[in-house]
């Protein structure tokens, strides 16, 4: 009954004419890790969970991203993903953030490859076009299309989780346009 379409890199199951995919957006972090979980079904997306993984800052970092790979195992265990959707790592101006949030990222696509989850990244720039339709939009006009898209009564929130299912919403839109091709 399901097929595989592979567009890019990951696999998704085919019902009739329509690709299925639970897709698992990550907007790593020390402090707080945001992650959005929606269905796809078609052009129709669902929101199946979202929040925050957040780690004591009482703890030491070895032990922060510990938490953080356990948050994300239970995740992967609990909704079993198709595909770990990430914002592309950029540089910015304040170094120790910069590598803070690269070690979280890298934590998170260690687990996912252990669980042989393909990872997909997209830059900001595209995650707002794909949900806005302008890439230099403001976050609170991502927060209030991601609402919009799936139907929400409020905005999401927090920030974190707000960003991980924009980020489902942009590869969800980004494999539909692939398979028109």
């Known amino acids: 009954m399901f097929g595989l379409l592979t567009p890019g890199a990951a696999s998704y199951r085919i019902n009739g004419d329509e690709t299925e995919m639970r897709i698992l957006g990550v907007d790593p972090g020390t402090a707080i890790t945001g992650y959005g979980i929606l269905d796809q079904q078609g052009s129709t997306s669902s929101i199946v969970d979202y929040g925050t993984i957040s780690t004591s800052p009482r703890k030491t970092g070895p032990e922060r991203l510990v938490d953080i790979y356990r948050g994300f195992n239970e995740l992967v265990d609990k909704y079993a993903p198709d595909v770990v959707v ?10 120790r953030t910069a ?5 979280a990222c890298g934590v998170v696509q260690f687990a996912a490859a252990q669980r042989g989850l393909d990872v997909v990244e997209y ?5 707002k076009q794909a949900v806005v339709g302008y890439g230099m939009a403001e976050k609170r006009q991502v927060q209030y299309m991601v609402q919009r898209i799936l139907g929400m009564r409020e905005p999401p929130s927090p920030d974190d989780a707000a960003d991980a299912l924009a980020l489902c919403i942009c590869h969800a839109h980004s ?6 091709c």
């Open 123 to 127: 830059t900001p720039k595209q995650v």
């Open 99 to 103: 590598m803070a949030v690269g070690k």
């Open 86 to 95: 990430m914002e592309r790592l950029f540089f910015s101006k304040n170094q």
């Open 175 to 180: 494999v539909k346009i692939r398979s028109l």
